[in-house]
């Protein structure tokens, strides 16, 4: 299982950025996945999950209101929105799956299991 996103750069403070995840799984419609960031000197943390429906969602309270994923099985895609960006939103965004259709929130942190590399947002204030 491969995943790569993109679509991170420089955004100022308000400003908006979209991020793309494609993968490389064939059943696509069977999996949940999710959004991952990383900060420097900072520890992984979530930031939202989708559900293989598209129906169901599931954000960090952190990001909630400002970011919205979506995803798109007929290209294997998932995105996020992110506005009102903020500089504490500066960090690696990775996307992740799992191989599930139960509601994202109620997946472990040790279900998502296959991670692609992340692309770099940097807010600047």
Partial sequence: VQLQASGGGLAQAGGSLRLSCVTSVRTFYNYA???FRQAPGKE???????NWSGESTRYADYVKGR??????NAE????VQMDS????DTAVYSCAVAH????PQRIRRDAWRYWGQGTLVTVSS
């Avoid at 970011?67 to 798109?72: E, Q, Y």
């Avoid at 599930?100 to 509601?103: E, F, Y």
């Fill in 33 to 35: 996945v999710a959004w």
């Fill in 44 to 50: 992984r943390e979530f930031v939202a999950a989708i």
């Fill in 67 to 72: 970011f919205t994923v979506s995803r798109d």
């Fill in 76 to 79: 294997n895609s998932v995105y």
């Fill in 85 to 88: 960006l903020k500089p504490e």
């Fill in 100 to 103: 599930t259709r139960i509601d």
